[in-house]
């Protein structure tokens, strides 16, 4: 086993104060009160510090580095299936898919959130339908990350939400260079 370096300060503080602020938005705050809103500019703010991070940042930070694929995403769930327990130093394929998908969904609740406090749509329903839809989607796919950080820390035994909190992730040697 190989302890690499993987996740940056940037990446980790980012992971966990978008955590914060949408297990806040979703569970704690009043969806009508500033603090909610306040909150919403916050992980927009995220975003778009994570987005030019992904251009510029660090290696495995750098959304180069994890293209979205549903090749690689497929070649991954038959790794599982035949239980082959191959581990990534960087996101899985797997892993890419779902944090554009966070992102993309993130952005999403935040634009419309953001519409709603607009004079041009108020009044208008469809940027509240999809804003709540979006925090649905955006909620199942938060337990999905869980519930598969879970399983794949158990499959390739990489602790991976420890790794998301120290930076470091404590890899098969055959795994340190990818």
Do not use: C
């Not at 190989?2 to 955590?19: A, E």
């Not at 519930?147 to 120290?166: G, Q, S, W």
């Amino acid at each position: 086993m190989q302890n690499s370096y993987v996740w940056d300060p940037v990446v980790r503080l980012f992971h966990w104060s978008l955590v914060a602020g949408f297990t806040a938005n979703a569970l704690f705050t009043d969806p009508d009160g500033s603090l909610h809103h306040d909150i919403g500019y916050v992980i927009a703010a995220l975003i778009g510090i994570r987005i030019l991070w992904g251009l510029i940042g660090t290696r495995h930070a750098r959304f180069a580095s994890f293209p979205p694929s549903l090749k690689a995403a497929s070649r991954q769930l038959e790794d599982i299936a035949a239980r082959r327990s191959g581990s990534h130093k960087g996101h899985s394929p797997l892993g890419a898919l779902m944090i554009y998908n966070l992102l993309f969904a993130m952005a999403g609740i935040a634009l419309t959130g953001w519409l709603q406090t607009t004079a041009a749509f108020d009044g208008i329903g469809w940027p509240e339908e999809l804003h709540e839809s979006l925090v649905y989607w955006a909620e199942a796919s938060v337990l999905l990350h869980v519930a598969a950080v879970v399983f794949e820390t158990r499959r390739t035994k990489v602790r991976l939400a420890r790794a998301m909190i120290t930076g470091y992730k404590n890899l098969p040697d055959r795994s340190a260079e990818t």
